[in-house]
């Protein structure tokens, strides 16, 4: 497959992916058209996902890729990861204005500049959204949501597993702290063994997040020290730089303080959430087992209902 | 249900919704969480399409919900529907520019004026990613490609029909004048069939994008005029004003001329789409048969596999 060769092991990946028609480049760093075998395996994925929650019995919900700029400004993820974010801009004008926005666009100018800000921001995480919606007080045992949704994410790159547009199958767990800390942790461990499961030998690891510029290091440090992510990381381009296709994150009660939300002995709430990447764990799958599913593993296809 | 009284069945008809716990609103108008007794009809309305598209056996492709801005730039929507777009932006300096952008924020200021415009446009289409993949020649028969996505259009409202970001289900026919028309006219039939099957008595109606505008007017009389748009409709809130919850629209050689899609045989492909609106058919179906899907018609339940 992938080989790990020349400069760019990562392109290379990417030149197969597209070669077997797997994904469609459309243009644009990181943004592809996905086949429908590609997206067989990330359905038949998330089935499995589905049948290991149900017991849990989470409350399935689901948001648009999109949120509200007012909640956008109250999670910091402008001071944290501006190089990342997408905000969404329109046109607001009459007539008038509207024919400036096309001189602008005939003459190829940056016709960008006339465009407003809307009241929505893309998502960056699957579960931002749902933070606002739970405001108030927590039922007794806290809520456990079941999320899925395409989130964005500015890095233009070659490499297939680093998409600009891609889906997230999160679990959130809001409670108290030992609820929130266990679920990151019984789900981390679950993880793992759902990837091993899948011939997937993922490695846990320490993680941060990507956190922006000089100030972002001391964030970087502080987020390590406290533990508070760990990733489930795999070789897809390079054994050297391993892909993570999970994250575990103990959010504190950084969600509940922002959005008031409080359990049921009137604590501010904390939060945690695990994270499925739900491209990156079929092109570890497509690496692993091959580009031909009729081929994989019996005990994955079983496992995944390919057959 | 939705009480066709006072001023506003649409926001009578929301509030409903919202109080079910089918829709949460997320604060911006046309935003909303869809919780899982909603995303259930949707799946398996989706999977009733599947089970009746199968037999022409589509392409499947599953594009995100942007496309490149190169492409978006070539298809007159900044002309016709400028006041729909969305147009994604983020922040691209270094250190100093960041403290600068978070100065104006912490100020309350505009801080969306020191973003700049990514390579990517929210696709105000579940289709319109596809065109430009398709440059080349056709196989002979040309190609039908099934398509879905979340789509935005930035028009904000309190009727929960006309939401900013919602799913559109697509057949996308590529080939001759012939084989693109027949798509339109055979799938506008099947389309009211399916409907129909499902207990939604839809009329068939010429239709007309809303084209922005003074200059928009004479857009509306000629696509009216030429019989290139039909929509299905059928009352959701309001009998004087029937929504929408399916159209199919011939393009001519609009697509193939753009992008340089040819027929097998060196003709510039013509094209045609027909789309299922997911949301809208998820709020005529609730409005149709109540709130609670285990009481609605028993041939209804069989055909949508909800038992």
């Known amino acids: 497959m992938c080989r790990d060769i020349g400069d760019d092991p990562f392109k290379a990946y990417q030149t197969e992916l597209v070669a ?12 592809y058209g996905r086949s429908g075998r590609f997206e067989r395996i990330i359905a038949q994925f998330e089935a499995h996902v589905a049948r290991t929650v149900a017991p849990f019995q989470p409350e399935v ?18 001071k944290n990861f501006p190089d990342l974010l997408g905000s969404v801009h329109t046109f607001t004008g009459k007539d008038a204005e509207h024919q400036e926005l096309l ?3 005939s003459e190829n100018g940056d016709w960008s500049r006339n465009l407003s800000p809307t009241a929505s921001m893309l ?23 079941d999320l899925s949704s395409y989130v964005f994410r500015h890095e233009p790159s070659e490499d297939p597993a680093r998409m600009q547009m891609f889906r997230m199958r999160e679990l959130v767990r809001l409670g108290t702290p030992e609820e929130a ?25 320490v993680a941060n997040d990507p956190f922006f510029g000089r100030g ?3 964030m970087k440090v502080a987020q390590r020290e406290q533990v508070l992510k760990y990733e489930l990381v795999i070789p897809i381009c390079s054994t050297e730089k391993p892909t993570a296709i999970f994250s575990s994150n103990y959010h504190l009660d950084h969600f509940g303080s922002l959005f008031g939300i409080n359990t049921a002995d009137d604590q501010v709430a904390h939060s945690a959430c695990i994270g499925f990447g739900l491209e990156r764990i079929t092109l570890a799958l497509l690496k692993t087992h091959g580009f031909d599913v009729a081929r994989w593993p019996a005990n994955v296809r079983d496992i995944l209902e390919l057959n």
């Open 216 to 218: 972002g290091k001391v």
């Open 61 to 78: 919900i689901r948001f648009p890729p999109l949120f509200p700029r007012s909640n956008y400004e109250k999670i910091d993820h402008i």
């Open 181 to 205: 800390l266990g679920h990151r942790n019984e789900w981390l461990e679950r993880g793992k063994r759902i990837f091993e499961s899948l011939g997937l030998p993922v490695e846990a690891v």
């Open 20 to 31: 077997a028609g797997l994904l469609i480049p459309l243009g644009v760093p990181g943004l």
């Open 123 to 145: 998502v960056p995480a699957a579960c931002y959204p749902l933070y606002p919606t739970a405001r108030g007080t927590l039922p007794e045992g806290g809520r456990l949501v």
């Open 103 to 105: 001189r602008i666009f």
